[in-house]
């Protein structure tokens, strides 16, 4: 039984030394040392030795199994230890190393064009409002003076959603909104940045989607004069004080009389060039005087009350003021063309 313990014992020894990883050590301890190993198996069996044996080999039992459990444990160290080396000289940081560089991003354009806007007009004393993009055909339409089957609903061709409900065509709908929400006696002065939808086809001025930013002015006594002021004040502050806006004759089934506002083109001066096409004007918004059936239609006595509204293309506004070519440049998202407009 003691050749056999002295054996056991050689033989885990030089196992645990020649064990690669803490997995092999495992099953070392497991199969020397457990319940089932061959260690405890002879322990089991002591009764059948004599009383004068029993203790020598109960000793030596209990010794081999302290000597393998000791080698077993400096041998894990000993594995944890490399192990812990490898993986600190895998991780060692190189300070000297210059660092990734990070990349500011920017406003788009598009959206610094809003801001700029919408400046301007608080410094006149306009508020802003919003208004749904899913929009009912009452506001978009009806309450505008354009009752179902008048023919100038399609001046905007619709993406509708159910018979009632569509992609607004234009801001004008928060007119309506904004003077229903009054009591028909407070005036409103108010502007509304937001997307539009169109079933246009794409080119390089229209786009199926874009950006309005609707305006409105409702009190006693406002008069066309007041319209042309305001306008020439943000074309001037817009594009700066060397460009001459026109008001051409037009028609708004929401507004009457009814204009367009051109801007003398900065790319010839007025000359005539192919932006322009060779008018020496680009258009960029329509306007009018609030039709007396809009203001009806919204709570306000016409009698007593009048106003003014416009509605702008701020991508055709970009265009002019930046020489872009195409509006598609604004959706496309070619991080190249975004970032010449970056402000630092
Ligand atoms: C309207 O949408 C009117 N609601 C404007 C208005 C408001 C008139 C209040 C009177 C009173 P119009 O369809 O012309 O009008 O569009 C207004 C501006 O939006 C145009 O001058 C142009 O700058 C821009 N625009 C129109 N269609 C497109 C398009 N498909 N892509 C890009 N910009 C467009």
């Given amino acids: ?164 409900l569509l992609l607004r065509t234009h801001t004008s709908p928060v007119q309506a909104r904004t003077m229903g929400a009054k009591d028909g006696s407070e005036p409103v002065k108010m502007i509304c940045p937001g997307k539009v939808y169109r079933r246009d086809t794409d080119d390089a001025t229209h786009s199926h989607q874009f950006t309005q930013v609707e305006g409105l002015l409702v009190d006693e006594n406002v008069r066309m004069s007041d319209l042309k002021g305001v306008l020439n004040k943000f074309a001037k502050q817009m594009f700066g004080s060397d460009r001459e806006i026109r008001l051409r004759p037009s028609f708004f089934p929401f507004t009457e009389p009814s204009v367009e506002m051109d801007i003398s083109c900065k790319m010839c001066n007025g000359a005539g060039c192919s932006v322009c096409k060779g008018t020496g004007w680009i258009e960029i918004l329509g306007a009018g005087m609030v039709h007396p059936n809009v203001l009806r239609m919204a709570g306000y006595d016409p009698e007593t009350y009048s106003g003014f509204a416009f509605g702008m293309g701020p991508e055709r506004i970009a265009m002019l003021k930046y020489g872009i070519d195409d509006i598609r440049h604004f959706y496309t998202n070619d991080i190249r063309f975004l970032k010449q407009y970056h402000k630092v």
Wanted: aromatic share 4%.
């Fill in 1 to 164: 039984m003691k050749e056999r313990l002295l054996e056991l014992k050689e033989e885990a020894l030089r196992k645990v030394e020649e064990a690669e990883d803490t997995k092999s050590l495992q099953d070392i301890r497991v199969s020397y040392l457990g319940k089932k190993g061959p260690i405890t198996e002879m322990l089991r069996g002591m009764g059948k030795l004599s009383a004068e044996e029993r203790p020598v080999i109960g000793q030596l039992a209990n010794d081999v199994r302290e000597e393998i459990a000791n080698a077993l444990d400096a041998k894990m160290k000993k594995l944890e230890d490399i192990a812990l080396e490898r993986r600190m000289a895998e991780e060692t940081i190189d300070v000297t190393l210059p660092g990734r560089p990070v990349e500011v991003g920017g406003p788009h354009l598009l959206t610094s064009i809003l801001e700029e806007i919408e400046d301007l007009f608080i410094g006149m004393g306009f508020e802003i409002k919003e208004g749904p993009e899913v929009e009912t055909d009452y506001y978009n339409f009806e309450a505008l003076n354009l009752p179902k089957g008048h023919p100038a609903r399609d001046m905007q061709d619709s993406f509708y959603i159910t018979e009632e």
